[in-house]
């Protein structure tokens, strides 16, 4: 099954903030939101922090550790042997490869993932996304788009 990633993160090099899955059949999706202390980044402070909770009730729930979103993350994706991950952008393939690691020579325990990189030139998830730079909303709007090209 495909499905569609997007992240916030603190800024260039910074710390993961929150992380969505959205699967290509419109089925249940994956959205968590990692513990942090304030953000670093201005304009993550004024763009992203504000609607971090803005996923509809059932997604919502409490801050996660690193550790706790990891755990989560691959119990969630436990029911496909071979998950196919797509995303509009390299850091949020490399925010979740990192996530997956949990200390040095550790990792939570993942089915084997695809990890794709697909390029859209001229398209902005975060322009098209109902919530801006949510990440739940931009994963949706990248599925949306990414979808109906392949119709
Ligand atoms: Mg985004």
Excluded: C
Aim: charged fraction near 20%; glycine fraction near 8%; avoid cysteine.
């Amino acid at each position: 099954m495909r499905y569609f990633l997007d992240t916030e993160y603190d800024g260039f090099g910074g710390p993961l903030l929150s992380l969505a899955l959205v699967p290509e059949d419109g089925g249940e999706e994956f959205y968590a939101v990692i513990a942090h202390d304030r953000v670093a980044d201005p304009w993550v402070e004024r763009h992203v922090v504000p609607f971090l909770d803005m996923v509809p009730e059932a997604l919502g729930g409490p801050r996660l550790s690193r550790r706790d979103a990891a755990g989560a993350l691959v119990h969630w994706l436990a029911h496909d042997s071979a998950p196919d991950i797509i995303a509009d952008w390299p850091e949020d393939l490399a925010q979740l490869a990192m996530l997956l690691v949990t200390g040095p020579g550790q990792m939570v325990h993942s089915p084997p993932l695809t990890l794709r990189f697909v390029p859209l030139h001229g398209f902005s998830t975060a322009a098209n996304s109902a919530v801006p730079h949510n990440a739940l909303h931009d994963a949706r709007a990248l599925r949306d788009h990414i979808m109906k090209q392949l119709e």
